[in-house]
């Protein structure tokens, strides 16, 4: 089990330049997450999927789209990349039958948008 | 909502050291309490954690108590090692909707020989 995978791992991004991270799990989890970490400031939910075909926001989605058609891949788009979008973006997956709910990590990408 | 608070750091302690990071949280029911931890360039992974009241997670010389009364969540490790040196959140999950998780700001721990 590769778990989850995340790529690209590091990026620079100029103003207005639009790009996808990719993120897969081998793992069937239902649940899967985007967040992003800036410094000191913990982990802030962009988006989620429960499921293949159903995405909904989380606390920050201004800027960010995503979609799931699969179990396996939930990517991230920015469309205009912006300042404020230079953070480091985690994804994760959960398995939605487990009672109590631990949650999945990739590596991480670390975008930076000059 | 949800909320949880940890001390904020960095902690620097000393090979062999006692280590504390507390952690206390608010929720409407009654949640799970987790602990993760980040090591330098990697994501989060679960470190341990605990289902209900009382219940004491441990894992790799760690500890943590579900306290209800205090919602607390406090980590220990009675004697720390370098390697032990990265982020640690505290984190709490409901059992409803999307199964949301809700994590501290994170606290630094760096161990000096």
């Known amino acids: 089990n590769a778990g989850v995978t995340q790529t690209p791992k590091f990026r620079i991004l100029k103003i207005g330049q639009s790009m996808t991270l990719q993120c897969t799990q081998d793992m069937n989890h239902n649940y899967m997450y985007w967040y992003r970490q800036d410094p000191g400031m913990g982990l802030k939910l962009i988006y989620y999927s429960v499921g293949a075909g159903i995405t909904d926001k989380g606390e920050v989605p201004n800027g960010y789209n995503v979609s799931r058609s699969t179990t396996e891949d939930f990517p991230l788009r920015l469309e205009l990349a912006a300042p404020s979008q230079t953070s480091v973006y985690f994804c994760?997956?959960?398995?939605?039958?487990?009672?109590?709910?631990?949650?999945?990590f990739g590596p991480g990408t670390r975008l930076t948008v000059l | 909502g949800d909320s949880v608070t940890q001390m904020e750091g960095p902690v620097t302690l000393s090979e062999e050291a006692f280590l504390t990071i507390n952690c206390t949280y608010t929720?409407?029911?009654?949640?799970?309490l987790f602990w993760y931890v980040q090591y330098p360039g990697e994501g989060l992974q679960l470190l341990l954690k605990a289902t209900k009241a009382d219940d004491k997670g441990s894992n790799k010389g760690f500890e943590a108590t579900y306290r209800k009364e205090t919602t607390s969540f406090h980590l220990e490790k009675g004697s720390v090692q370098v390697s032990d040196s990265a982020v640690y959140f505290c984190a709490l999950s409901d059992l409803g909707g999307y199964q949301k998780v809700t994590f501290g700001t994170g606290t630094k721990l760096q161990v000096i020989p």
């Open positions: 929720a409407t029911g009654y949640p799970s």
């Open positions: 994760a997956s959960s398995n939605a039958r487990r009672e109590h709910n631990e949650q999945f």
